[in-house]
């Protein structure tokens, strides 16, 4: 079975590369055709930066080599385009794509055929937003965006801050905060957790991005005056990090929101089922596990990170 794998393994690679060498492949996401990554289960740091493709895959973590007495990590060949391309917030474009683009990229018949620029989608964004009465609808409406298409969301919060910020933070975010679990879609942070302790620096090695500057932590004590929400106090951090890029300039992949998780002494979230954190009390004295992610981080990400402590006020 050892030997069929890797073989397997070593004939994926060998035509990913004679295909992409074909191919004249850029290293660029945006450039000539779409390029090629490669995606590692339980790697992560130096390692998962070394041999970046250009051109073809390297054999960066030793598959092609391992023997039958080193055992071989499962991984995937990937295309950074097609049906993924318009999966990958970060860089899809929705209807801002191309002619020129929607050929490099796979793209074509996927997407209407349409062109439409940035400056029409927000505004038709815009106008939905605004049809939406309940703040909360416009707080997911508006989270759902930035996790389909990052750079619209951003356009329309740095050219519309003044009404979109109330809806992003303060106030809407409280009452987010309250029905986090209720209205819970896909992570947007990290969660440390009392099953973590020991293992922060693993946590964070689970995070894709290694170049952070910013990040917000909370422990979900007392939020904005709502008291204990536990693990569903993560609505801070992301709105917070959202503000940075929109206000401060920060790359959305240099923020890291993180929620500290001890328990929750609020009897109703311990009674939802809906609750994302764990259902036990509020641990009390866990000033060393809440502190704990101080060394990792500068471990990992090294000083230039800077750590903002946003409602982290252990018992």
């Known amino acids: 079975m050892r030997r069929l794998q890797r073989s397997s393994l070593a004939r994926i690679a ?6 992409w060498t074909r191919q004249g492949s850029s290293s660029s996401l945006l450039g000539a055709r779409a390029a090629p ?48 391309l318009l999966r990958d917030p970060r ?11 929607r050929d490099a990229h796979y793209l074509r018949g996927l997407l209407p055929p349409v062109v439409l620029s940035q400056e029409l989608q927000e505004k038709r964004l815009l106008q939905n937003v605004r049809q939406l009465e309940v703040p909360l609808q416009r707080y997911m409406f508006l989270m759902d965006l930035q996790e389909r298409n990052e750079r619209l969301f951003y356009k329309l919060m740095i050219d519309n801050v ?18 986090y679990g209720s209205i819970f879609r896909r992570s947007q942070g990290l969660y440390i957790s009392l099953k973590d302790k020991g293992r922060v620096l693993e946590v964070l090695r689970n995070w894709p991005e ?9 422990d979900g004590e007392r939020i904005l005056g709502l008291g204990d929400l536990g693990c569903q106090g993560m609505g801070i951090p992301v709105g917070k990090l959202a503000l940075y890029t929109a206000l401060g ?26 609750y994302i954190g764990l259902r036990q009390r509020r641990a009390t004295g866990q000033v060393p596990l809440l502190l704990s992610w101080l060394g990792p ?19």
């Open 37 to 84: 990554y490669c995606t590692m289960a339980g790697r992560s740091g130096d390692d998962a930066m070394a041999g970046v493709a250009t051109g073809g895959v390297e054999d960066a973590y030793g598959e092609d080599r391992a023997t039958e007495d080193q055992p071989v990590t499962p991984w995937a060949v990937c295309i950074a385009s097609g049906h993924s």
């Open 91 to 101: 860089h899809n474009k929705g209807l801002s794509f191309t002619e020129k683009e």
């Open 162 to 179: 003044e009404e979109l910020l109330p809806v992003v933070y303060t106030p809407t975010v409280g009452e987010a905060c309250q029905k």
């Open 210 to 218: 290694k170049s952070i500057q910013v990040i917000v932590v909370t």
């Open 14 to 19: 060998s035509t990913t590369r004679a295909a």
């Open 249 to 274: 300039g920060v790359r959305p992949s240099a923020c890291l929101p993180i929620t500290i998780d001890v328990g929750t002494n609020n009897e109703e979230l311990l009674n939802d089922e809906f």
């Open 297 to 315: 981080v500068s471990s990992h990400y090294g000083r230039q990170s800077v750590p903002h402590i946003s409602s982290l006020l252990p018992a």
